[in-house]
């Protein structure tokens, strides 16, 4: 069956799929006219795990963000080589290549709420222990460490609330993470610009200070319940009603839940590849990594890009950017709200991939052509990085939710470390503009996969956005 036949199943109650109510509420339930989880009011519980996981990705943005600041300041206690530099800066990344693929993987057979735990307990301890760091080897791994505990959290982070969130609002609260990301490095780099030279110590409290923010959101995450779908699907069908019950009420029912136990036991990476999930796996991989690598390869190397587009003023280039990297991402919010995910994600492709053809093409005396170019790409390219939270959580189900995620997650990794590495090199050997007509191309393969094979997904309930 095609992606589009599983996309036109009914919904409501027309829908076959079978209707759970809470014990003992059967009779009531009916009378009040059930309503489904995916259609259920927005409420106080659902801004709650919005929050959390928000906070999560606030934590992880400041965490990535000081580490900048920090080495310049870490290279005069402790000499840094090339080879360290490198493996401190992209010690996070590695981390998170691993953390997703292992808590993807734990959070799908051990459930969720342990995973949403124990990743941020992981990233509080590393983030404190900083302060205490001897050796460039013992800063690599502590970082290793918190990007591995940020990399269990994007899994099962994203997995969670999608679970939890009405259709209506899921798109706006799955992709709004990438704005408090953002406001998260941005505050990192803020403090790193004063602070990281205020004491021959202070990049050891700057980076440490990561563990504030992961410390509070680890303390509001205890007592969060456990998915109801995830619980559902492991046939702890007493346990799922009775969330669905002090949560959302009596009349709420688990719409699908019988289709998501009846395929349960197939859970795993393997499930993926299977003949009706693997276009789905594909897409999500290669729309992620052809995102990522041009949006990691310029901010990283921010300072040529910004010295080729004649724009290297400084911190008011940086500030500069940061607004348009926060605007951008607000931006994102509402046009997930105003178009499909599909015209979203196309056109995106599309307008970040002529701005960089532009820069590949346009002589360097225009500047002021090459700046708008460049703004354009910004805040495209900083709105339509909101959906990557969206899509992978929406195109698959339950039993294998966290591990589609967790695999989209460590192939946008592995992408965006290999766009970092060749970045320098492709200016260094190719020139400026080949490079950007290279990048170019990039974001034009993630177009032609988004026109092949990006699903609509907005106004399903997420047994029918995953193909339920």
Not at 11 to 30: C, F, I, K, T, Y
Request: charged share 10%.
């Amino acid at each position: 069956m095609s992606d589009q036949d599983l996309l036109a199943r009914p919904s409501g109650p027309a829908s076959s799929s079978p209707r759970v109510h809470a014990p003992g509420q059967s009779e009531l339930s009916n009378r009040a006219n059930p309503v489904s989880l995916d259609d259920v009011p927005l409420n106080a519980f659902h801004i709650k795990i919005a929050g959390l996981t928000f906070g999560a990705h606030f934590t992880e943005g400041y965490a990535l963000g000081t580490i900048g600041y920090a080495l310049a300041m870490l290279n005069k206690q402790m000499p840094l080589d090339a080879f360290w530099q490198g493996m401190i800066g992209s010690s996070a990344l590695m981390g998170i290549f691993a953390g997703s693929l292992v808590f993807g993987w734990l959070s799908d057979r051990m459930g969720r709420q342990r995973i949403f735990l124990l990743s941020f307990l992981i990233i509080t301890l590393a983030a404190f222990a900083q302060f205490y760091v001897a050796s460039p080897a013992m800063l690599c791994a502590l970082r290793v460490l918190i990007g591995f505990g940020m990399g269990g959290d994007f899994a099962v982070g994203h997995a969670i609330l999608a679970e939890f969130s009405p259709r209506k609002h899921r798109g706006t609260l799955l992709g709004s993470f990438s704005v408090i990301w953002t406001v998260g490095y941005v505050v990192a780099n803020v403090l790193g610009m004063h602070y990281a030279d205020a004491s021959p110590d202070a990049w050891r409290w700057l980076l440490a200070s990561a563990g504030v923010p992961a410390l509070a959101v680890l303390f509001m995450r205890i007592g969060t319940p456990e998915s109801p779908r995830w619980l559902h699907g492991k046939g702890r069908v007493a346990e799922a009603q009775a969330i669905v019950l002090k949560y959302f009420g009596s009349n709420v029912t688990l719409d699908g839940a019988h289709d998501e136990h009846a395929h349960g036991a197939h859970g795993g990476f393997a499930r993926l590849f299977k003949p009706d999930l693997i276009r789905r796996t594909i897409f999500n991989c290669a729309f992620f990594v052809c995102l990522v690598i041009p949006y990691f390869a310029i901010y990283t190397f921010l300072p040529s890009i910004l010295k080729a587009i004649h724009l290297d003023n400084g911190s008011g280039a940086d500030f500069l950017l940061n607004g348009f990297l926060v605007l951008g991402a607000l931006l994102g919010i509402w046009l997930t709200i105003a178009l499909s995910r599909r015209r979203f994600l196309i056109g995106s492709f599309a307008v970040t991939c002529l701005s960089l053809f532009a820069l590949s093409v346009l002589p360097e005396s225009a500047t002021l052509a090459m700046i708008a170019a460049f703004a354009v790409f910004t805040l495209t390219m900083s709105a339509f990085s909101n959906l990557v939270g969206v899509f992978p959580p929406e195109c698959f189900p339950t039993e294998v939710r966290a591990c589609g995620v967790g695999l989209a997650i460590a192939c946008s990794r592995l992408g965006s470390a290999i766009g970092t590495f060749l970045l320098p090199l492709g200016i260094a050997q190719l020139g400026f503009h080949s490079t950007m007509l290279a990048l170019s191309a990039v974001l034009l393969v993630g177009m032609i996969v988004s026109i092949a094979w990006a699903p609509e997904t907005k106004h399903l309930t997420l047994n029918q956005a995953s193909g339920r």
